[in-house]
Nanobody, 124 residues
Framework: QVQLVESGGGLVQAGGSLTLSCTAS????????MGWFRQPPGKEREFVAA????????YYADSVKGRFTLSRDYTKNTVALQMNSLKPEDTAVYYC?????????????????WGQGTQVTVSS
């Protein structure tokens, strides 16, 4: 089993920044594609960003491209989502996810493990 623990959510004004972190523990030796999804109030969970298991190459949803940066530390089994120029529409519960596959997917159902979620609220 794999456990994912997120941290770093909170309240920020529009235009501000936050960094979310996610640490994986348990059976992590093989590594994963790591991703972030978010669920705005009253909406479906949506893809935000993911990072390759092998190359560390990130991929972003169009809505966050240029504002969010995803990175990973292989030695610590941690990924960090740096979120800049935040907008009220970024308000959501953000979930870290891990995919045991080899290629990046943006599909929620392809991810095998999920964190408990962390709230990000952006005020206008």
């Amino acid at each position: 089993q794999v456990q994912l623990v997120e941290s770093g959510g909170g309240l920020v004004q529009a235009g501000g920044s936050l960094t979310l972190s996610c640490t994986a523990s348990g059976r992590t030796s093989r590594g994963f594609v790591m991703g972030w999804f978010r669920q705005p109030p009253g909406k479906e969970r949506e893809f935000v960003a993911a990072i390759s298991r092998i190359t560390g190459t990130p991929y972003y949803a169009d809505s966050v491209k240029g504002r969010f940066t995803l990175s990973r530390d292989y030695t610590k089994n941690t990924v960090a989502l740096q979120m800049n120029s935040l907008k009220p529409e970024d308000t959501a519960v953000y979930y870290c996810a891990a995919d045991t596959g080899d290629t990046i997917s943006i599909m929620r159902d392809d991810f095998d493990y999920w964190g408990q979620g962390t709230q990000v609220t952006v005020s206008s």
